[in-house]
């Protein structure tokens, strides 16, 4: 495992507060892969080299390049830049659940590494990127790279399958991986999104948003009672399959598709 840089946050708030409103081109000049008051954890990795978080950087860049970086995005090409950036974070940092649960990790990357793609991102409105989206202390998973390594880290890739990430909208992740109690396991969070797709296969007619939160309400409630990651891997697909067909039936106007 790696250990990145840890950026204090009270030095974090104050790059925040200077780079919200500004021009991306100044913010990607002034990048960098060190910071004087940056710490590191002393046990549990090798430090990651000057190198490491450079070559991290040129490929977030690469990914937001393809997306029309430095221009304003659309939405599909946030959405594809988000799947594709969360890939490139757990694959190339390598590091624990437990360094990723640190917001002073993300606060180096959005505020020293890379805070022109923070910007790119969430540009906001006339205030300009909000504070938590290079901070994130209010609520980690704000941070713009603290949300996509997490999303990562509990959406696999089943072989041969599209990444889930590419497939659901902002809510849907939101309502799958933010969820207090339910997001700290990636086998419970990959059944949710595949019993949600098929779901969403069977019942074309039914608003995907509706459905995901009419599920997860009805999950939350089971998880009062229920241990999922206890569940094996057959009473855990059933439960959740079931989970989705009771939400979808009780929505307006769901009909199954027909398959001939």
Request: charged residues 25%; glycine residues 4%.
């Amino acid at each position: 495992m790696k250990l990145f840089p840890k950026l204090p946050i009270t030095i974090a708030r104050d790059i925040a507060a200077q780079a919200a409103r500004a021009p991306i081109s100044d913010l990607a000049a002034a990048g960098a892969v060190e910071h004087e008051a940056a710490i590191f954890s002393p046990v549990g990795g090798a430090r990651a080299h000057p190198r490491d978080i450079a070559q991290l950087r040129d490929e977030l860049r690469a990914v937001a390049v393809a997306n029309r970086y430095p221009i304003d995005a659309t939405e599909a090409e946030r959405v594809a830049f988000d799947a594709e950036a969360a890939r490139q974070l757990t694959s190339h940092m390598n590091i624990s659940a437990s360094e990723a649960a640190d917001t002073r990790v993300w606060a180096f990357l959005a505020c020293v590494a890379v805070p022109d793609i923070v910007r790119w991102r969430f540009p906001g409105g006339p205030a300009g990127t909000s504070e938590d989206r290079f901070v994130g202390t209010a609520r980690r998973l704000r941070n713009t790279f603290a949300r996509l390594w997490w999303r990562s880290h509990l959406l696999s890739i089943e072989d041969g399958a599209e990444d889930p990430l590419g497939r659901l909208g902002e809510d849907e992740l939101v309502q799958i991986t933010e969820r207090t109690g339910l997001a700290g396991s990636p086998r419970v969070a990959t059944q949710l999104a595949d019993s949600f797709f098929e779901a969403v296969d069977r019942y074309p007619r039914v608003s995907r948003s509706i459905l995901m939160r009419e599920a997860m309400k009805r999950i939350r409630r089971l998880a009062a009672f229920t241990e999922f990651e206890a569940l094996a891997d057959e009473a855990l697909v059933t439960l959740i399959d079931e989970v989705f067909e009771a939400s979808a039936r009780t929505i307006p106007r769901a009909r199954p598709k027909v398959i001939s």
